[in-house]
């Protein structure tokens, strides 16, 4: 990825936000490369850190932490309010509303499972968001669950079609009930469509459910499960040390490029790669953020140059690779191929040391604050595009590569 410099589009607003402890002095505005904001969806910059209204329109977010775009259309899982956001076409006006609503029965209703309805009529901490052809598919975390639209959704409060992980949409056990097996969810937060294999983190449970075929039937199990020994395991990294071959907290995956797929780690503060896509549970062949695979720590009171704390999304575009590098409120960008981490740019942050939420100053479209969700669009015309689910500002943010 060639990188050229140009000065950052930065718009600051806001009012003073609560200063770090041992950082009083706000960071100047940093250059991005040739990336800068495009549009802010959810809270504007003024408010980006004070709690959305207690009734929330379709123009509001509240800690989304999942995010979706391509040429069509845009989808946030707008998490706090148990529901999804969707704008057809690329919003060009901040705070534009959304055209559809997800998981509730209208704008303005909040509450989990659509405000004790049932999990029948919605969602209780939505995550994850895939788009396949006409199917869109919602990581219903809190229910258990995946939920499918095998037609994109053009009106507010259209049900799925499809319920995987449960045995119907009424039911939301972890684990449908049960001991876990290879078609149950214990806290889906993340998945991906990687060269035509469908991963989902099946967080809870610490592992990661492969479909070799996509997008699978409901009640079809996992061709592969990843980070524990077998289908009934869920111990937290194995029930042993930290590995090559285990989860503390699987939440996101992106492709490498080269047939490899990589797989978010943020409990131990890492990304695993698979140079090959595992046909069975094997150990990794590439650790970034952590110096091998036998650590898991994390360090927040140093440089963060080549760190990671709690990276929760990540997301690729032939190869190039972006990590919401959550704790440290900021989204590292690396051409590719990767082979270690080397980033270029540090999107929200003056340099790859820093790690303040907002810079330690005001909320402006160029600042992060646990940044949850990542989605990297690199159109067939057009410039890149890329969606950050900046949770703690509770909004989502459109960057453009000019």
Known sequence: MRVTVVPASSRPTGGPISTHPDEKIPAPAPAYGDWRPHTVLGAPAPGGLLLPPAR???????????????????????TGNHRVLVWYGLPRADGEPAAVVLGQPDEHSEGPAASGRGPAHGMHLPAGIIRDGDRLVVADAWHHRLLVWNRLPAHTGTRPDLVLGQPDHDCAEPNAG?????????????MALVDGRLYVADTGNR?????????PDPGQPADVILGQPGPADRAENRGGPVSAGSFRWPHAFA??????????????????????????????????????????SEFPYVPQDGRLRFPYGISSADGDLAIADTANNRVLIQGGPVSSLDPQLALAQPDLAANGENRWS?????????????????????????????????RVVLWERA
């Not at 049960?178 to 993340?190: E, H, L, N, Q, V």
């Open 56 to 78: 929330p329109t379709s123009a509001w977010l509240y800690g989304p932490r999942g995010v979706w775009l391509d040429d069509d259309m845009v989808v946030a899982a707008d």
């Open 178 to 190: 049960g001991d876990p097996d290879a078609g149950s969810f214990y806290w889906p937060f993340g």
């Open 207 to 215: 592992r990661v459910l492969v479909w070799r075929r996509g997008i």
């Open 255 to 296: 492709s490498d490029g080269a047939g490899g797929v990589w797989v978010a780690d943020p409990g131990n503060h890492r990304v695993l790669g698979w140079r090959s896509h595992p046909e069975e549970d094997r150990p990794a062949d590439i650790v970034l953020g952590q110096p091998d695979f036998e650590t898991g």
């Open 362 to 394: 005001e909320v402006a479209p160029d600042t992060l604050c646990w940044p949850y969700g990542v989605h990297w669009h690199r159109p067939a015309a057009g410039p890149d595009l890329l969606a950050v689910a900046d949770s703690g500002n509770n």
